[in-house]
C-alpha cells in the first residue's frame, strides 16, 4: 500500500515539475518575442515586424504586461493612439506586483490622450500616474498642462455655445421679423383686395344708382312729357270732335277765301249790271258814252 502511495506521490511531483518548466519555457519565449520586438523597432523601425513579435508574446503569455506595454508604445510612435489607449489600459489592468511599470502604463496613456485632444481622460490617466508614482515631477507637469488645456477647451465650449444661442436667437428673431412682414404684407394685400371689393361694390352702386337715377328720370320724363302729350292729344281730340266733320281749310295769308271770290264776283256782276242798265237807258236816249270799268 506504501509502495502504490510513493508512486502516485511521485507521479504527480513530475507532472507539477514538468508543468513548471513547461510554464518557464512559455514565460520565456514570450521575453524572447519582446526582445526580438525592441531590437526590430529600436534599429530597423520596422513597426509591422516589431507588432508581430509583440502579439506572439502576447499569444504565449497573456499574464505578462511587458508585451502589451511594450506594443502600446508601438502604437503610440506610429500615431495609432486608440490602439496604444487600449494597450496601456490591458497593461495597467495586468500589472499588480509593480506600481513604477503601473505608473507608466497610466502615463503614457495620458500623452496618449493628450495627443488625441481628450483633455478630460488625460487628466484622469495622469491622477493614477501619480497615485503610483506621487514623485514624479514630468508626470505632475502634464497633469497641470491637461488641466489647463481642458480648461480652455470648456471656455471655448461655453463661448461656441453662448455664440450658438445668440445665432439661434437672432435666427429666431429674424424669423419672428419675416415672419411679421410677410404677414404684415398679407394683410396689406387683403386690405388692398377688400378695398378693391369695396371699390367694386360702390362703383356697382354708384352705378345701380345711376341706373336707378336714370330710370327715375325716365320715369318722371314719362310722368310729366308723356302727360302732356296725352294732354295735347286728348285736348286735340276734343277739339277734333268739336270741329264740324266737313271743316274748310284754313286760309292762307294774302289769299282769298273761295267764299269771298264768289261775293266778290257777285257784286261786280251788280255792279256790271247796273252800268250796262245805264249804257242801254242812254242807247235809249241817243246818247254816245265812254264806258270804264271800276275793277
Given at each position: ?59 504565449k503569455n497573456p499574464i505578462d504586461p ?13 500615431e495609432k493612439y486608440d490602439e496604444a ?119 356697382e352702386e354708384e352705378d345701380k344708382g ?86
Amino acid at each position: 500500500m506504501k509502495r502504490y502511495l510513493i508512486i502516485i506521490l511521485c507521479f504527480q511531483f513530475g507532472m507539477v515539475f514538468s508543468q513548471e518548466q513547461d510554464l518557464a519555457e512559455t514565460i520565456n519565449e514570450a521575453k524572447r518575442f519582446v526582445a526580438t520586438g525592441n531590437e526590430v523597432i529600436t534599429e530597423e523601425g520596422n513597426f509591422p515586424k516589431a507588432e508581430g513579435e509583440y502579439r506572439k508574446a502576447i499569444a504565449k503569455n497573456p499574464i505578462d504586461p511587458t508585451a502589451k506595454y511594450n506594443l502600446a508604445n508601438a502604437y503610440y510612435n506610429s500615431e495609432k493612439y486608440d490602439e496604444a489607449t487600449l494597450r496601456y489600459t490591458e497593461a495597467s489592468k495586468i500589472e499588480t506586483a509593480s506600481k513604477s511599470e503601473k505608473h507608466k502604463a497610466f502615463h503614457n496613456q495620458g500623452n496618449t490622450y493628450m495627443e488625441q485632444k481628450k483633455y478630460k481622460e488625460a487628466v484622469e490617466a495622469y491622477k493614477n500616474a501619480l497615485r503610483n508614482n506621487p514623485k514624479d515631477d514630468e508626470t505632475r507637469y502634464n497633469l497641470a498642462l491637461a488641466k489647463k488645456m481642458l480648461e480652455e477647451e470648456q471656455q471655448q465650449n461655453d463661448q461656441n455655445q453662448d455664440d450658438q444661442d445668440q445665432n439661434k436667437d437672432q435666427n429666431q428673431d429674424q424669423e419672428n421679423q419675416d415672419n411679421q412682414d410677410k404677414k404684415e404684407g398679407d394683410d396689406k394685400e387683403d386690405k388692398k383686395g377688400d378695398e378693391g371689393e369695396n371699390e367694386k361694390d360702390q362703383n356697382e352702386e354708384e352705378d345701380k344708382g345711376e341706373d336707378k337715377k336714370e330710370e327715375g328720370d325716365d320715369k318722371k320724363e314719362d310722368e310729366g312729357k308723356p302727360k302732356d302729350e296725352e294732354k295735347d292729344q286728348g285736348e286735340g281730340e276734343k277739339d277734333k270732335q268739336e270741329q264740324p266733320q266737313e271743316q274748310k281749310p284754313q286760309q292762307a295769308q294774302g289769299q282769298l277765301s273761295p267764299q269771298q271770290v264768289k261775293s266778290l264776283l257777285e257784286a261786280m256782276n251788280n255792279e256790271e249790271k247796273k252800268v250796262q242798265d245805264k249804257i242801254n237807258a242812254k242807247k235809249a236816249q241817243g246818247q254816245k258814252v265812254k264806258t270804264d270799268k271800276d275793277w
